[in-house]
């Protein structure tokens, strides 16, 4: 992977991560108002939930391709 792609990468990860705190943010708002009960927010926690899923898959993803690269880098020298 080429440098470009790796903060190409990073950036993916961190506009997840500003999507996840936008979510997280309207719901607590919304609850600290007590405007809705709290089954209303069943849909909101499972869009974060799905936020937040994806960006541990691809952090996950990304430590695994990054200790790869280290080993590889560590059998050539």
């Known amino acids: 992977m080429t440098p470009w792609e790796k ?3 990073l950036e993916e990860v961190e506009t997840m991560a500003v999507k996840a705190d936008s979510v997280l943010l309207t719901i607590s708002e919304a609850m600290y108002a ?4 709290l089954e209303e927010y069943r849909g909101a926690l499972a869009a974060l939930a799905d936020i937040t899923d994806g960006i ?3 952090l996950s993803e ?3 391709r990054a200790f790869e690269e280290i080993e590889k880098e560590q059998e050539e020298m």
Do not use: D, L, P
């Open 7 to 9: 903060a190409n990468e």
């Open 56 to 58: 541990k898959r691809k």
């Open 34 to 37: 007590g405007s809705y009960s």
């Open 62 to 64: 990304m430590t695994r």
